[in-house]
């Protein structure tokens, strides 16, 4: 059996789900997209989005080998570092991230002392790459086009897509990022839509299509083939980089995009406390 048990987290400030995700035969886990929380108003960090990620793992016995982000996030900030400090594991990401750290750290002015290698994670998944979450087998998929560093997990049964699609009646990612490109998603999504059709898919977020009260976070590879209403079987390349390109020049930047970015891009670290025992952002103005 290749099936593993998954524990869906939503925080509605950023409208993201995190995961815990384990093999129940092992109790052996890995840990998906996890959010520190973040008031930009205030400046102020809170751990309580984290903190019932790894109550849950502490509550049920698993033991954590993977703390995994399937990209830089532009809306949330990173809190992997944090659950591995409580609950160890590695932390992952795409080996891409030097992409986004290259296009990033420029943007940031982020200097010499800010490494575009990738080195601040523990491991830097390739495409097609095999692991393994306790028995379960897992292969992590190179899905570029929101970002260039853009990773799909496939573990077991389940696929976890970051923010290459949502769910079928909301559509697909924004591709207007640095590095975005919605040619490369679609060919990412096409190849997605070539997984099983059984196969779990389990989305980043999600924002209620109108009429539709509820969140929601799960779907299959075939309600996606058949129903998103972006990229469902029959709408052709050309056609969805149109759509794409059209929508992406009507929205806004989002709101937490320059915190959120350079923190995540040193794989979710805080800036250092400066001479007064305070930590500082930088905000890049008339910049993007």
């Known amino acids: 059996m ?14 993201t789900f995190s995961y815990i995700v384990w093999d129940p035969a092992t109790r052996h886990a890995a840990v998906i997209d996890s959010v520190l929380d973040y008031d930009a108003a205030s400046g102020r960090i809170s751990r309580d989005s984290a903190d019932a990620i790894v109550a849950f793992v502490q509550a049920h016995g698993l033991v954590v080998e993977w703390v995994i982000d399937t990209h830089v996030h532009a809306d949330h900030l990173s809190a992997a570092p944090y659950v ?17 750290q290259a296009s990033f750290g420029q943007l940031f002015n982020a200097g010499e002392a800010f490494r575009r290698d990738g ?36 573990i077991g049964d389940a696929a976890f897509v970051g923010d290459t699609l949502f769910m079928p009646d909301y559509g697909t990612a924004r591709c207007d990022f640095p590095g975005g490109d919605a040619r490369a998603l679609y060919r990412s999504i096409q190849r997605l839509f070539a997984l099983p059709g059984e196969t779990r898919m389990y989305m ?13 976070c799960e779907t299959s590879v075939d309600a996606e083939r058949s129903g998103n209403i972006h990229v469902r079987h029959g709408i052709g390349e050309d056609a969805f980089v149109q759509m794409r390109n059209t929508r992406d020049a009507t929205l806004p ?16 670290q805080l800036p250092p406390e400066e001479d007064n025992g305070i930590r500082y952002l930088k905000i890049p103005l008339d910049a993007l």
């Not at 930047?253 to 979710?268: D, K, S």
Request: proline residues 6%.
């Open 204 to 216: 980043c977020h999600d924002y209620k299509a109108p009429g539709r009260e509820m969140f929601a």
């Open 2 to 15: 290749n099936r593993p048990e998954v524990k869906s987290f939503f925080d509605e400030a950023s409208n």
């Open 253 to 268: 930047v989002p709101r937490l995009l320059l915190p959120a970015v350079q923190v995540n891009m040193r794989a979710g």
């Open 119 to 154: 080195s601040q994670f523990d491991h830097l998944f390739k495409d097609g790459e095999h692991y393994r979450v306790g028995n379960l087998e897992a292969v992590a998929l190179h899905t570029p086009g929101h970002t260039p560093a853009c990773m799909t997990h496939v």
């Open 84 to 100: 591995k400090s409580r609950l160890g594991g590695r932390l992952g990401i795409g080996e891409h991230i030097r992409e986004v």
